[in-house]
């Protein structure tokens, strides 16, 4: 075919069979690129576009108000067929407009801009905040861990505590001095034993905590309002005792040892969960150690409304039938938490 007035249809076939009908409309231009869709984060931008067969890109950045130009090394640039492309630029700015374009042959293409998503500060990270109202004790600034505006971290303390679950210690509290990795750090113990539930896991959480002895399950709301940028990776310290299962507890009912449990979460605005990622740790740490967690995206458009973190000295803890733990648990089983932190790419 050698006609192309626009446009051309083309029946098309494999072997006998009629796959259906082809336009193809041929349009002839003095344009050598285009820039196409940008993938966003904090720090860095997964640009793609299209060149002239034959031709290889160039691409340049900078912040928008900035009036010279950036080069991407050319080992940044994966060409993906003979016409397109994908780049990645790093070492970005949280937070900041950049412009963008295709050089081919010396010509500049049309300019394209992006915004990098502001990394937003998570409260008390580092786990040094701590007040106490009574018996309980709070990762906040304030005595709440429920509806007052400077909460963000719960804990579930007030369930064993009071007179009803049997009057128990707090099972979340602060620690300092050796007992810390840095300043004061965060203690977590389960315990058996108790009024109604059975069996309690030490926990620390963004969300809510509102003791509901109807339903104890129903106590709990992970999360917080987040819309801050997309975190890569979390990482932290720990130590970590756990104790033989004592509870009879069904769930997984493989366990002969505790395990902790440290994860993230994030939602987007229709509450779907759309990244996750976690650390399991089932042998006994003596002194702290740093983890890191690798967070999975499954949805990469997708931009958070909530986000939860959660440290439990006793990974199934929190599985219930009715008003009793069915989760196995360890009595005394003991996790130290410390210095999270959240990392952006």
């Known amino acids: 075919m050698k006609d192309f007035r626009r446009p051309q249809q083309f029946a098309v076939y494999r072997g006998e069979k009629y796959l259906g009908l082809w336009t193809v409309d041929v349009v002839q231009t003095e344009t050598t690129s285009s820039v196409g869709e940008v993938e966003i984060w904090a720090k860095k931008a997964i640009v793609s576009g299209g060149v002239k067969a034959g031709s290889t890109p160039i691409i340049e950045y900078k912040k928008a108000l900035d009036s010279s130009w950036s080069q991407l090394d050319a080992s940044a640039v994966n060409m993906l067929s003979a016409t397109s492309f994908k780049a990645t630029i790093a070492g970005l700015e949280d937070g900041t407009v950049y412009q ?31 007040i106490q109202s009574g018996k309980n004790w709070f990762a906040n600034s304030i005595a709440d861990d429920y509806e007052a505006a400077g909460a963000y971290w719960a804990t579930g303390n007030e369930g064993v505590t009071s007179s009803l679950a049997g009057g128990n210690d ?52 992970f999360g917080r309002p987040y819309t801050g940028a997309r975190p890569t990776k979390m990482t932290g310290y720990y ?107």
Request: overall charge neutral; proline content about 4%; aromatic content about 12%.
């Open 100 to 130: 963008w374009r295709i050089l081919v042959d010396g010509a500049a293409g049309s300019v394209a801009s992006f915004t990098t998503e502001k990394i937003t500060v998570v409260p008390n990270l580092n786990f040094d905040t701590w």
């Open 170 to 221: 707090p099972i979340t509290v602060p620690v300092e001095g050796s007992d810390a990795y840095k300043g004061k750090a965060a203690r977590l113990r389960s315990i058996t034993g108790v009024t109604l539930v059975g069996a309690a896991a030490g926990n620390l959480f963004i969300g809510k905590y509102k003791t509901n002895m109807m339903k104890p399950s129903a106590s709990v709301t």
């Open 239 to 345: 130590k970590y005792k756990p104790e033989p299962i004592n509870n009879g507890g069904s769930i997984p009912g493989t366990l002969t040892k505790d395990q902790c449990h440290i994860y993230i979460k994030l939602w987007d605005t229709a509450g779907n969960e759309f990244a996750y990622g976690e650390f399991v740790g089932s042998v006994e740490v003596t002194s702290y150690t740093k983890f890191t967690i690798d967070i999975d995206y499954k949805n990469l458009n997708a931009r958070p409304a909530a986000m939860t973190i959660v440290a439990t000295s006793s990974r199934y803890g929190g599985e219930f039938e009715g008003a009793k733990v069915v989760g196995q648990v360890g009595h005394g089983s003991t996790l130290y938490v410390d210095e999270f932190e959240l990392l952006y790419e």
